[in-house]
């Protein structure tokens, strides 16, 4: 074969056994990544069945701040009370970063925690409580939502008693501070001190066409979907709210004395912290509240 001959089979050789190699290695890749994915469906697996029995466990990603002490007192919705200011304060584990590019948008969705609810004490039973083995309904089936008068599925409705106590609510974004871990808010229905569970941003896609409710869903639920079949009669609709001039006198006396950093102000001074000397903001609010 002379030289070349050899050369080129030796080369020819050494090129069979460097692909045999390479689809050898290929072969234990595809093992070990088929092994892998196996590994962690079954470890998924095992993670959903212990959620399916025990449930999930979620944490609070920060606080409302609002000033509303007592639930008794907050707005049914925040479309009903569009002065109603308040904000979201992350966990101080909460990174700075989670809020960047919220500024970007007009409203946000806040997911959160029913926790001034009446049962939470009920623990809710794992899966197999019941005769059927699934866990059991915990809370009533049907409610009365206000000015229906009639009970129907609570499912039909938006009452804070629910087998999970989760809530959510579209507010105004009116600022973001990064640095203070801070979303202020507004039309808030939030008691102070509410759970937050997760920020969303509102985008168009949530806004629906031809939406249909039962008549007895009150107007102004639906004004941040339909705004322009609303007039603002309608959205400000209720009992006609007058201030005396002794409760105009305390209103400008508690602002007066409302300071962050004064050792007299009270809790609930310091609840209004975030409206910073603006007591005609605040009176609106209460208007827009009480007339309810």
Not at 14 to 19: D, F, P, S, T, V
Not at 154 to 171: A, E, M
Request: proline share 8%.
């Amino acid at each position: 074969l002379g030289v070349a001959g050899v050369s080129v089979a030796f080369l020819a050789l050494r090129l069979r056994k460097a692909e045999a190699l390479l689809s050898q290695l290929q072969r234990v890749r595809d093992a070990e990544r088929a092994g892998r994915t196996a590994a962690e469906k079954a470890l998924r697996e095992r993670v959903q069945a212990k959620h399916a029995s025990e449930g999930y466990q979620m944490h609070a990603i920060g606080t409302v701040a609002s000033p509303f002490a007592d639930r008794r007192g907050t707005p049914r919705q925040g479309t009903v009370a569009p002065a109603a200011e308040g904000s979201v304060v992350l966990a101080p584990d909460v990174p700075q970063a989670t809020l960047e590019g919220l500024e970007g948008f007009s409203h946000v969705w806040v997911l959160f925690i029913f926790h001034e609810n009446t049962n939470l004490h009920q623990k809710q039973p794992r899966r197999g409580s019941s005769a059927s083995g699934g866990p059991r309904f915990h809370c009533p089936a049907k409610v009365t939502p206000p000015r229906l008068g009639k009970k129907v599925g609570v499912f039909s409705t938006r009452s804070p008693h629910r087998p999970n106590p989760v809530g959510l609510t579209v507010c105004r974004l009116l600022s973001v501070n990064t640095a203070k871990r801070t979303v202020v808010l507004g039309g808030v229905d939030l008691v102070d001190g509410t759970p937050v569970l997760d920020l969303k941003p509102y985008i168009p896609y949530d806004a629906v066409d031809q939406l249909v409710v039962p008549a007895w869903v009150p107007p102004e639920g639906l004004a941040h979907l339909e705004p322009s079949k609303l007039s603002a009669a309608e959205l400000a609709s209720g009992l006609p709210v007058s201030f005396s001039p002794t409760a105009e006198d305390q209103l400008r006396q508690l602002f007066s004395t409302c300071s962050p950093r004064s050792s007299s102000t009270s809790s609930a001074q310091t609840r209004l912290l975030h409206y910073k000397g603006r007591p005609e903001a605040f009176r609106e609010c209460l208007r827009q509240v009480i007339s309810q």
